[in-house]
């Protein structure tokens, strides 16, 4: 039955993996771009996000095309209406990862204060997020909802622990103010782009089960309850 | 999509005595497409479609001006309408199946075209039986009422019917309007499938069915198409205001 | 008044016209029964209306066969009911038969005759043939005229008996097998039907077809519905004095068989147009419309759809027909005549059950007799509806599974 709209979604869901493997991409390479101080491969990806943007305006045409002509209810509707969320938070880490690499571009010349160890290791997290909630997302399965909420806290807790490292090192010396401030914003990038990548599991979340969590007071009910719904 | 055009009206009218029921239709049906007529009831989208296949003869007092060009010849002109009408199919709105078997109701079309061969026939009944996805329901009785199918299955049979013509194109006539949702979906399916093998031009009362199954939608209100365009442009964004009034219940 | 009482009468009026109207059906029905029950017995349905005279060739037996146990009550009512025995019964050997004579008095004879009142077991009377050498079905209640020329009018039954066993070799018996039966009317009524509908049913058929398919609504059609329900409304008497003008003169069909079934079928072409219009109309247009849009030209869907579709309606005009045929009386009596006879030919009269229930009523005063052609015509339409509801049954193509 509805074999059309069947292959209509599977044709998204495909477009929207491809999109967050870019934007995926993106964000590794910009995080490569830090440390290893390659200018050209964060215009490079600066220059990806044009293509980001404009599968952004695609999908979302796409995505209203299907509202439109397949009338979609239940379910279905829930899951376009959530691709169209995902679609925004995939193109706003995508911009978080432009973001980044301007943040490069501007230590071209730096010599670093330090090495770089909880930025990647932060991004690495981030990474982890949002490949863990496209693909909740592909397979409808929000099994993952406790590995979603520990990763947040360790990236939440890790931004801090920039921050604070940060401060320290500009208080030291007055030297470090340029790069400190940078890192900071950068930690603060990479924790909006597990935001965003929460996000888009809590989309999936309500898919599954149209209800709405917020991770910040989560607790063992809806647990629960999500793996009661998986089985 | 460059289709082929199939069907190509210019300049149509259509009156009933006095009243003018369509009024100067241009439109061009491209082949292997699905078209959808939408419109409120009385807007003339039936009576435009029934001109397709030249069933409006039946009707007296109809008269018709224009020209309907079909495969480089206008079929209002001097034309074989039985080879017209095996040609263009036609399914109605309440499944007609004929009160005699299954397969009697199959072998009928070409029955009536002189066919007699049994072997041909029971090529031909199994064929289209199974391009209308029902071969599997009812080969094991064949030779039984095929009054005694449900309804979508009777409108699958009076599909598969028109199919057993072998025609270039098939007129629906809102084929879904008298069946349940399930019904209706499976014949969308089977229309989404023999769209490759031939044209399809339906009439609708469900938007969001000729949303969902045809490639170009042509908006009727009073006798005149007002807009006709790629499906996904008339549903997101209609050029006219009246099209985008009605296909959001904002009409009238 | 309240609304209530209103009702109450309104109501109490309903039920007395419904029971007016079953008294009067049942008081009809049962004087019929009545008085004609008596009547009806295989002989009244098997025999001829008149008596048939033949001669019997019998061989007469060498050794006299004995009386066996003797069945009296064999004979029938209405034997019983026209004849009073005058002498006792004699059985006379060389036939193995008994004799009675008897008075015969109906409403229009009365005569003193000899009946044969019983035939024993082996007796030559059982293998009597008849001039041609085909065999004689003799039965108790056949008169006898004479043997070898000799008449018995007059003779008492003991001479009788001594001129019969006198005679010697091969008798040459003068037989009446009495009448008082309707075969040949039920015969004659059958045959009417079959002739008519014959003739009315494709006629009827057809241009009713014309009517609802291919005449354009206006004025010719509208004149033609007009007449055939002008048609229908003709005393039949009118009827039968044109067929009696155009077939029995003109035509120089005699009172015949054909004369009377071709007014018959006349009279029936308005009942078939109107019923089989009627089922024709009734034929959804949706399977026009499928049919036309399948490329079957208007002949085929005409022929393969909308005619089976219609067949109980055309069913049911047919019993309609049957139902004025059998009825059929005051035409009949001027194209077919009173002749109570099976037709040997299309230009033979013959006399139908309602002609010949007038026929007795009015030159016989004969109530009895009328009657039970009345309930033999009731069994026989009660019949015939059943016959043609299920045949319309099975024809119907919408019951099939």
């Known amino acids: 039955m509805r074999k059309e709209y069947s292959k209509e979604l599977q044709v998204i869901k495909d477009e929207i993996l491809l999109m967050s493997t870019v934007t995926e991409k993106m964000l590794s390479d910009s995080i490569f771009a830090l440390r290893n101080q390659d200018v050209e491969l964060a215009k490079s990806v600066i220059d990806r996000d044009d293509l980001v943007d404009k599968k952004e305006i695609d999908l979302q045409l796409e995505v209203g095309r299907i509202i439109a002509t397949q009338g979609p209810v239940a379910t279905d509707l829930r899951r376009m209406a959530s691709a169209y969320k995902i679609i925004t938070n995939l193109e706003r880490i995508a911009d978080l990862a432009v973001n980044i690499s301007k943040r490069v571009i501007e230590l071209a010349d730096e010599t670093y204060m330090k090495a770089l160890i909880d930025i990647p290791k932060e991004s690495e997290l981030a990474e982890q997020l949002l490949k863990l909630s496209i693909q909740a997302f592909i397979e409808e399965d929000i099994s993952g909802l406790k590995n979603v909420a520990a990763l947040e806290d360790e990236i939440d807790a890790l931004n801090v622990e920039i921050h604070r490292e940060c401060i320290e090192y500009m208080m030291a010396d007055r030297k470090n103010v340029f790069q400190g401030s940078i890192f900071s914003t950068i930690g603060s990038y990479l924790e909006r782009i597990g935001d965003h990548a929460t996000n888009i599991f809590e989309t999936v979340y309500y898919i599954s089960t149209g209800d709405y969590i917020d991770f910040n007071d989560l607790d063992e009910k809806i647990i629960d309850k999500s793996q009661k719904k998986n089985k | 999509m460059d289709n082929k055009v199939k069907f190509n009206t210019k300049n149509l009218d259509l009156f009933y005595g006095d009243f003018q029921a369509l009024k100067s239709i241009n439109m061009e049906i491209c082949e292997n497409e699905v078209t959808a007529f939408i419109g409120p009831s009385g807007c003339g989208k039936s009576t435009f479609l029934r001109c397709l296949n030249r069933m409006n003869d039946l009707i007296d007092c109809v008269d018709i001006k224009g020209e309907i060009i079909f495969d480089g010849k206008d079929i209002n002109g001097d034309i074989d309408v039985i080879n017209l009408r095996t040609r263009v199919g036609m399914v109605f709105q309440k499944p007609n199946p004929f009160p005699m078997s299954i397969y009697d109701n199959i072998a009928y079309g070409p029955k009536c075209q002189g ?135 904002r009409f009238g | 008044m309240t609304q209530k009482i209103k009702d109450t009468i309104v109501k109490g009026v309903v039920y007395l016209a419904t029971g007016i109207t079953l008294c009067v059906l049942l008081f009809i029905i049962g004087f019929i029964f009545i008085k004609g029950i008596g009547l009806i017995n295989w ?188 048609l229908a409304g003709i005393p039949s008497i009118i009827f039968g004095l044109f067929g009696m003008a155009f077939f029995v003169v003109a035509l120089n069909f005699q009172i015949s068989l054909l004369s009377g079934s071709l007014t018959v079928a006349i009279i029936l072409l308005p009942v078939i147009i109107r019923s089989t219009e009627e089922a024709l109309k009734t034929v959804p247009i949706a399977f026009r419309e499928g049919s036309l849009a399948l490329g079957a030209t208007k002949l085929q869907t005409i022929f393969k759809i909308i005619l089976p579709c219609a067949v109980p309606g055309i069913a049911t005009a047919v019993l309609l027909s049957i139902g004025r045929v059998i009825g059929e009386s005051a035409a009949l009596l001027l194209t077919a005549g009173t002749v109570a006879q099976i037709p040997g030919t299309l230009f033979s009269p013959g006399s139908t059950l309602t002609v010949q229930a007038y026929y007795v009523t009015k030159e016989e ?37």
């Open chain 2, 115 to 249: 066919l007699k061969d049994k072997a041909k026939l029971d090529t031909i009944v199994k064929d289209s039986l199974e391009r209308a996805a029902l071969w599997d329901e009812v080969k094991d009785r064949l030779n039984k009422s095929a009054l005694g199918l449900s309804g979508g299955q009777q409108q699958r049979l009076c599909i598969a019917r028109t199919i057993a013509m072998n025609p270039e194109v098939i007129l629906m006539d809102e084929p879904t309007s008298a069946l349940d949702p399930i019904a209706t979906l499976k014949i969308e399916d089977l229309m989404q499938s023999l769209k490759k093998l031939y044209t399809i031009i339906i009439v609708t009362h469900s938007m969001q069915q000729a949303g969902r199954i045809s490639d170009k939608t042509a908006f009727f209100l009073m006798g005149e198409v007002i807009e006709f365009n790629e499906t996904p442009k008339i549903f997101t964004n209609p050029d006219d205001k009246r099209t985008e009034d009605y296909i959001t219940g």
């Open chain 3, 43 to 230: 002989n009244f349905i098997s025999r001829d209306y008149n008596d048939t005279t033949f001669y019997a060739f019998v061989q007469e037996s060498n050794s006299p066969t004995t009386l066996d146990e003797k069945v009296q009550e064999n004979k029938s009512d209405y034997d019983k009911k026209y004849e009073t025995p005058l002498e006792a019964p004699v059985y006379v050997e060389s036939i193995g038969a008994e004799i009675t004579k008897v008075l015969y008095k109906n409403y229009t004879t009365e005569k003193e005759q000899f009946i044969i009142s019983y035939i024993s077991k082996g007796s030559p009377l059982l293998s009597a043939v008849n001039s041609n050498g085909t065999s004689i079905d003799v039965s108790t209640d056949f008169v006898l005229e004479s043997v070898n020329g000799n008449e018995f009018t007059g003779m008492s039954t003991e001479e009788v008996k001594t001129l019969i066993n006198d005679q010697s070799g091969e008798l040459k018996i003068k037989m009446v097998e009495p009448g008082g039966g309707i075969r040949s009317n039920i015969i004659t009524t059958l045959y009417m039907i079959l002739l008519s509908l014959v003739v009315a049913l494709p006629i009827g058929i057809f241009g009713a077809i014309y009517l609802t398919e291919y005449a354009k609504p206006g004025k010719i059609v509208n004149a033609i519905r007009f007449a055939a329900e002008c």
């Open chain 3, 365 to 401: 005063g004969n109530i009895e007799m009328a009657c039970a052609i009345g309930i033999v015509i009731i069994v026989i339409v009660i019949i015939l509806n059943i016959l043609s509801r299920i045949a319309s049954d099975k024809l119907n193509v919408f019951n099939k599974e």
